[in-house]
């Protein structure tokens, strides 16, 4: 499968860890040049996928499943700096990690073909909700990161906001 992104994933990963930095004014660490490639899949079309293949997919065979949305990591940081209006400044370039894969996508055409089964987010649509989505769960992220709540906040715990669904990788 392609790199999942979505609403509840954790915040260590690329897109969360960018949206929440850029969020609270901190830089975004971009690996060596930022050109390292990778095939984005919205969470809801993963699970969809997975759904797909369970009721429609043949016993043992292997089906990919990719989201047609490659962007270098220098892409995204792009789309996330201009989606929350942040300038160049809010990158901090770092040395790359010894044998970080250059590219890797998922040729999903066999699940595509067989099974009737494509994304139905686009990379736009789905990282602009993706956003949305974070900025109205700050609480959530707070809780996951560890960091205290101020006093003048409930301890109650409740759930964010929307439908819980399956958590993004």
């Not at 929440?20 to 919205?42: A, E, M, S």
């Not at 043949?58 to 499943?65: K, M, Q, R, T």
């Not at 089964?117 to 602009?128: L, M, N, R």
């Amino acid at each position: 499968c392609s790199n999942n992104y979505g609403p509840y994933q954790h915040p260590e990963k690329l897109i969360p860890l960018f949206i929440n930095n850029l969020l609270n004014g901190k830089q975004v660490p971009v690996y060596g040049d930022g050109g390292n490639i990778r095939d984005w899949l919205h969470v809801k079309d993963h699970c969809r996928a997975i759904d797909t293949v369970f009721h429609k997919g043949a016993p043992g065979e292997v089906y990919n499943i990719g989201g047609n949305n490659e962007y270098t990591n220098m892409q995204i940081t792009r789309i996330l700096l201009a989606a929350l209006d942040k300038g160049e400044d809010s990158i901090r370039y770092v040395e790359d990690r010894l044998g970080h894969d250059r590219r890797y996508a998922i040729d999903s055409g066999k699940v595509q073909k067989e099974l009737g089964w494509s994304p139905s987010y686009t990379f736009e649509t789905g990282i602009a909700e993706t956003i949305e989505w974070y900025k109205a769960n700050q609480e959530w992220l707070n809780k996951v990161l560890g960091k205290s709540e101020s006093a003048t906040q409930t301890t109650t715990v409740a759930e964010p906001a929307g439908a819980r669904p399956a958590v993004a990788g």
